[in-house]
C-alpha cells in the first residue's frame, strides 16, 4: 500500500520532457524480476522444466535490467549535452508547461 | 544469510528505486536518478546472490550473461529514433520473466501435499495473466513500431467483443484455478489465451497512441512483478513492482492528458481508423495539393523575417536534425528570426523532438513549446513542417468527425505561408488526412526530410 502511495506521489509533477525516460527507468526498474528469477532457479531438487522456465527467466529478467538502464542513460544523456551549467533552469521552464 | 538480514538489506534497493524515480522527475537531477536505481538493483541482486546460496550458481551466471549481453547490445546499437521499441520490448521481456516465475512456482507447489493455498494460487493465476498480456502485447506494439507489421490501426468487424469474450474466458479460468482444480494445463490455457488477448488488445490501436500503450503495459509488468513477489515472499519484488505499477499508471494517465485524450479511448476508439467520412469530406473539399521545388522554398525563407520550424517523427526517422541547426544558422546570418515549435507528442514519444534537437545543440531558448509558440504564428511568415503531420492538423480543431477532434495542435495555418516536407502523400502515422496540405497556403515539398534539407541548405547558400 505505501509503495502505491509512494508511487504515485512521487511522480505527481513531471515536465512533458521527461515522460519517456521516466517510462524507461520504471521499465528498468520493474527488471527486479530477475531476482525472482534467480530466486526460482536457485530452488534445490528443481526437475528439467522448472530448469528451464527458471534460466529463461533469469535471461529475460537481465535482458530488462541491464537494457533498461542502458536506454534509460543514452536518453538522459542527450539532455545533459546541451547546456551543461543552465540544466537546472532548462527544465523548470518546461515544468511549467507540463500542464 | 538469514532473511532477516536479507530482508533488511533490501531496504536499499527500495530506497534506492524511490529516490530513482523522484530524480528522474526533474530534468537536473534524471541521469543520476537512473544511476541510483542501477546501483540499487545491483544491490537488490548482490543480496539475493548470497541469500540464494551456491545452487545452480553457473546457470544464474550464464543466464545473465546471455540476458545482460543482449541487453546491453541492443541498447547500445539501438539509434535515438528507435527508442520506443526498445523501451516496449524491454518491458515485454519483463513481463515475460513474470509470467515464467508464475509457472515454475506453481509447477513446484503442485505435487506438495495440500496444494497450493488460495492466496498463492490467485497470484500465479493473476501474475501468469497480466505478465503474459504484458509480454505479448509489447511484442506487439515493438512490431509495430518497428514497422515489421502495419502501424495503422487493424480492425475487423466484432472486434471489441472478441476481445473481450477472450478476456472473460482467461479470467473464468483463473478463477477456476484460484477455487481449487489446480491443473497444470489450466495455466498453460491461461496463457495461451492471455498471449493472443495481448496481440489482439495492442493490435486494433494505432501507432501515434503507442507511448500511451507502452507505458500502459510498463504499469502491468509492474503489477505482475509485485504479484509474483507475493508467490515467492520476497519484499524487494513486491515493493519495486507496486512502485512501477503506480508510478506507470499515473505517467500513463499523464500522457494520455498531453494528448487530450482519456485512456479509454486510446485503447478503445481504435484511433487513426479512417472513418469512411472524414477520408470522402477531405478528398471531395477538391483541394489540390501544390509541390514546390527546393529553390522556391529556399527563397521563401531566405527573405522571411520569422521562420518557425515544426518537427515531427520524419525528422527523427530522418536524423536530419543537425542539418535543421545548419539551415537555422545560415537563415539566421540571413537575420531571419529562426524558432522551433515543439508539441508535446510530436514523434514517437513525448519530448522526442527535444531530445534530437538537444543533440544537435539547438539553443534552447529557441525550443517554444506548444502554448507559447502558437500565439507566434500569427506574424509568422513561413512554418516549416519537417516532417510532422497529426500534431498540425487542423482537423482537430474543425472536425467533429475526426478521431483526433479536440487535441491541441499547432496552429502553424495561422502563419502567412506553411511549407511541409513530407515524404509523399500518404498519411501520417495515425492514418489520417489532413487538410493542411489542401489548404491554399501550403506547399509540399516531397522528398526525405533529410535530403530535402541538405537541398535547402545548399539553395540558401547559392542566393
Same mark, same amino acid.
Given at each position: ?12 509533477? #513531471? ?17 527486479? #524480476? ?66 | ?30 541521469? &543520476? ?42 541498447? &547500445? ?23 515464467? %516465475? ?25 501474475? =501468469?495473466? %497480466? ?20 502501424? &495503422? ?107 487530450? &485524450? ?6 478503445? =476508439? ?133 478521431? %483526433?477532434?479536440?487535441?491541441? %495542435? ?54
Amino acid at each position: 500500500m505505501l509503495a502505491i502511495f509512494l508511487g504515485f506521489e512521487v511522480i505527481s509533477k #513531471v515536465p512533458t520532457l521527461l515522460h519517456t525516460p521516466l517510462m524507461s527507468g520504471t521499465n528498468a526498474i520493474h527488471g527486479i #524480476v530477475l531476482v525472482g528469477a534467480m530466486i526460482v532457479l536457485a530452488q534445490p531438487d528443481k526437475d528439467a522444466f522448472a530448469w528451464v522456465v527458471g534460466f529463461l527467466g533469469v535471461v529475460l529478467g537481465s535482458a530488462n535490467v541491464v537494457g533498461g538502464f542502458v536506454v534509460t542513460d543514452r536518453m538522459l544523456e542527450m539532455f545533459k549535452k546541451r547546456e551543461p551549467p543552465k540544466a537546472p533552469d532548462a527544465g523548470s521552464d518546461d515544468g511549467t508547461s507540463a500542464g | 544469510m538469514s532473511t532477516n538480514l536479507a530482508n533488511l538489506l533490501y531496504l536499499i534497493p527500495i530506497v534506492a528505486f524511490i529516490l530513482a524515480l523522484r530524480f528522474l522527475s526533474n530534468p537536473a537531477h534524471a541521469r &543520476r536518478g537512473n544511476q541510483i536505481g542501477a546501483a540499487g538493483m545491483l544491490v537488490a541482486v548482490v543480496v539475493t546472490w548470497i541469500q540464494v546460496g551456491s545452487t545452480s550458481w553457473w546457470a544464474i551466471v550464464i543466464g545473465m550473461a546471455i540476458g545482460g549481453g543482449f541487453g546491453a547490445v541492443a541498447a &547500445r546499437r539501438v539509434k535515438m529514433t528507435a527508442m520506443p521499441q526498445m523501451v516496449a520490448l524491454f518491458n515485454g521481456v519483463g513481463g515475460g520473466a513474470a509470467a515464467l %516465475i508464475a509457472l515454475a512456482e506453481l509447477h513446484r507447489i503442485l505435487p506438495e501435499p495440500g496444494r497450493p493455498k488460495i492466496d498463492i494460487a490467485l497470484a500465479i493465476a493473476l501474475s =501468469g495473466l %497480466i505478465g503474459t498480456i504484458s509480454f505479448s502485447g509489447s511484442m506487439v506494439a515493438f512490431a509495430k513500431l518497428q514497422e515489421l507489421i502495419q502501424g &495503422r490501426p487493424i480492425t475487423y468487424p466484432g472486434q471489441k467483443l472478441g476481445n473481450l469474450s477472450l478476456l472473460a474466458v482467461c479470467v473464468a479460468l483463473s478463477i477456476t484455478l484460484v477455487s481449487g482444480v489446480q491443473d497444470e494445463w489450466l495455466l498453460w490455457v491461461v496463457i495461451g489465451g492471455a498471449t493472443l488477448f495481448g496481440v489482439l488488445f495492442v493490435l486494433p490501436i494505432g501507432g501515434a497512441d503507442m507511448p500511451v500503450v507502452i507505458s500502459l503495459l510498463n504499469a502491468f509488468t509492474g503489477l505482475a512483478v509485485a504479484i509474483g513477489g507475493f508467490e515467492l515472499e520476497n519484499n524487494v519484488l513486491i515493493v519495486a513492482g507496486m512502485l512501477v505499477g503506480a508510478s506507470g499508471t499515473l505517467l500513463t494517465l499523464m500522457m494520455g492528458r498531453a494528448m487530450n &485524450r482519456s485512456i479509454a479511448n486510446v485503447l478503445f =476508439g481504435a484511433f487513426g481508423q479512417v472513418s469512411a467520412g472524414a477520408a470522402a469530406a477531405a478528398e471531395s473539399d477538391g483541394g489540390t495539393v501544390r509541390s514546390a521545388t527546393a529553390e522556391d522554398v529556399a527563397v521563401m525563407l531566405a527573405y522571411a523575417h520569422k521562420v518557425v520550424f515544426v518537427p515531427g517523427y520524419g525528422l527523427a526517422v530522418a536524423q536530419a536534425q543537425h542539418d535543421v541547426r545548419q539551415l537555422a544558422d545560415l537563415l539566421e546570418e540571413k537575420g531571419v528570426e529562426v524558432s522551433y515549435a515543439i508539441h508535446p507528442v510530436a514523434g514517437r514519444m513525448p519530448g522526442h523532438m527535444n531530445v534530437l534537437l538537444a543533440e544537435a545543440n539547438v539553443p534552447y531558448p529557441q525550443l517554444k513549446e506548444m502554448d507559447e509558440a502558437n500565439p507566434e504564428f500569427g506574424r509568422t511568415d513561413v512554418a516549416l513542417v519537417v516532417g510532422a503531420n497529426d500534431v498540425v492538423n487542423p482537423d482537430a480543431r474543425n472536425n467533429q468527425g475526426s478521431p %483526433i477532434y479536440g487535441m491541441p %495542435i499547432l496552429n502553424v495555418d495561422d502563419a502567412q505561408s506553411v511549407v511541409v516536407l513530407k515524404r509523399s502523400m500518404n498519411p501520417g502515422f495515425a492514418g489520417i488526412e489532413n487538410p493542411l496540405f489542401y489548404n491554399p497556403k501550403t506547399v509540399m515539398l516531397f522528398g526525405d526530410a533529410k535530403e530535402s534539407m541538405v537541398k535547402l541548405i545548399e539553395d540558401v547558400k547559392d542566393l
